[in-house]
């Protein structure tokens, strides 16, 4: 008997969208016979949701199988693949060339938990935990996530995620960037990717929250982000697997607004 559908499942829209960029059973061994649907149901499931992976739901896949394929195709970098090739067809749905020629850089400090593995000390945001440094083109996409301890300076942590975009963004010309990154980073990102970092600073005398330039744009990928629970904190043990969260929830962000649900839809003006 067919199971009853979770909010997060991918329709038949989305899965066909999707399946072309799955890689196939490696040869040899015992042959696939779980549902690679379902198993990215439960990933979409257990990211969105929050949850632990042994509280997967058992009308999914086992446990087991859904965090043996989300480990595996972590190391092969499948996730960051899928995450590349959407931006690409977003950027066509938006009437955009492929190739993004201005960008926008920014971290979020997240607490930890007892998982272990690398964190540390924010004295800025008072938060022991990592941060996640981002790249977003001109409309939010994700171009590249890094996540390290969050007492790495922004200048160092940007440099990081700067250098995953090396000589993948040809017509890359531009970066924005707040005050934060501003000083040497400037002249280090000339040389090394080819453009220009404008820092965007806030009007003197401002108090209080305010719009500023293109900064928006990465704040409000941020707040994509934030509706995923699993990113509220950072559970993983591994900077690897926080990044592939990111990729996750960024790639059923990017599906949704490719092939919407018809519950999105219905909401839709006419």
């Known amino acids: 008997m067919k199971r009853k559908r979770y909010p997060t499942d991918l329709t038949d829209e989305q899965w066909q969208l999707l399946e072309p960029l799955i890689p196939p059973a490696k040869p040899g061994g ?12 439960g990933i979409l499931y257990l990211t969105r949701g929050g949850i632990t992976w ?36 977003v950027r066509e749905s938006e009437g955009r060339e492929i190739d993004p020629t201005a960008a926008i850089v920014d971290s979020q400090s997240v607490k930890t938990t007892e998982c272990g593995g690398e964190r540390g000390y924010d004295a800025g945001k ?3 935990g990592r941060k996640r440094h981002i790249i977003v083109d001109s409309i939010g996409m994700l171009l590249a996530v890094v996540v ?25 010309a531009l970066i924005w960037a707040d005050g934060g990154y501003a000083g040497e980073l400037v002249a280090w990102v000339k040389s090394t990717l080819g453009c220009l970092l404008q820092i965007i600073r806030r009007p003197e ?26 990113l509220s904190k950072d ?13 996750i929830a960024m790639i059923h962000v990017m599906v949704r607004r490719l092939r919407p649900s018809q519950a999105v839809r219905i909401r839709q003006p006419a």
């Open 126 to 128: 008072k938060i022991n």
């Open 30 to 41: 015992h042959p696939r016979t779980v549902d690679i649907r379902e198993v990215l149901n």
């Open 148 to 172: 390290h301890p969050a007492s790495v300076q922004d200048r160092d942590g940007a440099k990081l995620v700067m250098e995953r975009i090396r000589d993948r963004f040809p017509r890359l």
């Open 235 to 247: 559970y993983e043990r591994t900077t690897e697997s926080s990044e592939a969260m990111v990729y």
């Open 54 to 89: 042994r509280m997967m739901p058992h009308d999914l896949p086992p446990w087991g199988t859904v965090w043996t394929y989300f480990r595996q195709w972590r190391k092969d970098g499948v996730w960051q693949q899928i995450n590349d090739k959407l931006v690409e067809l």
């Open 205 to 230: 005398g401002t108090k209080g929250f305010q719009i500023l330039p293109r900064r928006w744009v990465v704040e409000r990928t941020f707040g994509w982000l934030g509706r995923y629970r699993r």
